[in-house]
Structures are given as C-alpha cells and as structure tokens.
C-alpha cells in the first residue's frame, strides 16, 4: 500500500490558533532561478571514500525538520525584513516562510532582487546573528525525534544531515539536544547548497536508496534534482502559515505528514526488497 497524507496540522503551543492556509502560498516560478545562491563555501572537507551500507541513507533538513523552530525564525526573519526593506511584518514572515528551504541569502535574493547585494548580504548577517541568540537559543526538536532518530539507527538506516543553517551552528545544535551521536555527517552552508550536499552524499553511499526529509518546496525540489534521491515531508503549521501535506505532495513528496512518527514504517514500504533488513550498525 502506498503511503498516504495526514490532513489534519497537529496542537501547537505558543503560536495561537491557525486555520489552514491562513496565509497564501505566493506564487513562485516553478524552480527559483536564485537555488543555488548561497554563502560562499568557507572549508575544505576530507576526501571520505565511498563505502557500502546495510540500508538506505536518509538526509535530513534541519530547521523546521528536525528542530520545531520554524516559528521563532519567521519572526526573526519578519523584523530583519521590516528594518531593512520596511517590509510589513505579517507579509515578510508570510514571504520568510514561502521561501524557506533555500539559503537566506538566497531568499533575499529572490525576494529583493532589485536591492543593492551590499544591502542585501548586511541584512543576511544580521538575520545569521540574530536568528542564532533569539531562535536557536530557544528552539526544541519536535517531540518524536529522539526516539524517532534511535529507532532509525537501531534498524540500520544512515543518518546524515543537510541544512541551508551554519554547519559549526548545526553541530552545537545537534550535540545540545543529544541527536548529534545518531548522524554520520552534518552538512551545512559552509559546505555548499542542499543539491551539492546530496551529490557528496550520493558519491559517498553510490549503491544505497537515498531520502530527503524536509519541510518545503526547495527541499523537494533539491531531491528531484539530485540522483536517486526519494523526497519526504514535513508539514507545517505556524502562526499565520500552514504548508499542507498535500502541497509538499504536489511538489514531488512520495511522503508527508506533520508528524514523523511514521517515517521507519514509510521507509520500509519504500524501500521493501531494495536493501537486506539489519537489526543495527556499529558506531564509528
């Protein structure tokens, strides 16, 4: 049987009431011209060589994916917009969070492609600095991603991570939550865009079945680029926003829901008679 949607958001806390989409989905080309603009690569990795695994590799994002901290950062991202290009601050979040997925120097770029780049790479520091002392400071992972994370790795499967947030940034987040020790890989904005995490990670696992987990249309849209790559979703529903399983669905999800609850039993459907069952892996 296929996997199917959730269709109902789940209780949030914290954020008020929303009725689904509250706020629009602006309509965007069907691939940003501005994907790939991203902050400059700031370090060379050690050449790992390609290996085998028991199953399949799973990518996760980490804002809005792994951490439940979509809410703090729109409002961030709302007060930065409204400072620097007077943007009203219901439709900068509205904009923030339709954008979402690509690197914010991107979505300025994309947003604001009219502004001078010297203003626009200033407004992407502050936003970095401050998305770091009033959203990272704060954030949680949602509810079922300890757990979640264990059974995946108990089952076999590889964990890596692939975030458009700074990659030492990422690793500290990870690490205070407890969820670093489950992850072979953090990748980050240091390391180059979401497509070219997932091509490192496609010549580092070159025989595995390989999954993006992600909360928005550029994460799906990474997926779809990349080599045999399956795209999976988050929901979301924040104050003001809701991204439905179904949008992320139409954006080339094989999977959604707002919950990852379920994700070991999906990726076991998806990847039934593709790879031998292991009941658990050494850590390295």
């Known amino acids: 049987m296929a996997p199917t949607a959730s269709s109902d958001p789940p209780a949030r806390t914290g954020d008020g009431p929303v009725s689904p989409h509250e706020a629009p989905l602006p309509v965007l080309p069907a691939t940003s011209q501005y994907a790939e603009v991203g902050r400059l690569v700031g370090r060379q990795r050690e050449v790992v060589a390609p290996r085998d695994v028991p199953r399949a590799v799973v990518v996760f994002d980490l804002d809005g994916t792994i951490l ?3 809410g703090l950062i729109s409002a961030v991202a709302a007060d930065v917009l409204e400072k620097a290009f007077g943007t009203p601050p219901d439709e900068g979040r509205v904009h923030y969070l339709a954008t979402t997925g690509m690197p914010f120097e991107a979505q300025l770029a994309q947003l604001y492609p009219e502004a001078p780049a010297a203003e626009r ?3 992407a520091r502050t936003f970095h600095q401050r998305k770091v002392t009033e959203a990272y400071a704060k954030a949680k992972p949602f509810p079922e991603m300890p757990k979640l994370l264990k059974r995946l790795d108990v089952e076999g499967w590889t964990l890596v991570i692939s975030t458009g947030a700074e ?3 990422a690793d500290l987040i990870l690490e205070r939550e407890g969820l670093r020790y489950w992850f072979d890989e953090v990748f980050g904005s240091a390391d180059g865009t979401k497509r070219e995490h997932l091509s490192e990670y496609r010549r580092r696992y070159p025989n595995a079945p390989m999954f993006l987990v992600g909360d928005s249309r550029f994460d799906m849209e990474a997926a779809h680029s990349a080599e045999r ?3 999976l979703g988050r929901a979301s529903s924040v104050r003001g926003w809701t ?3 179904a949008d992320l669905m139409q954006w080339g999800a094989a999977w959604a829901d707002y919950s990852l609850s379920s994700l070991p039993d999906v990726l ?7 790879t031998p069952k292991a009941t658990g892996r050494r850590r390295r």
Not at 268 to 274: K, N, S, Y
């Open 243 to 245: 991204l439905t399983p």
């Open 167 to 169: 990659t030492e940034m």
């Open 229 to 231: 790559v399956t795209a």
């Open 121 to 123: 790479a200033t407004t």
């Open 268 to 274: 076991e459907r998806l990847t039934r008679g593709a």
């Open 68 to 70: 439940d901290d979509l």
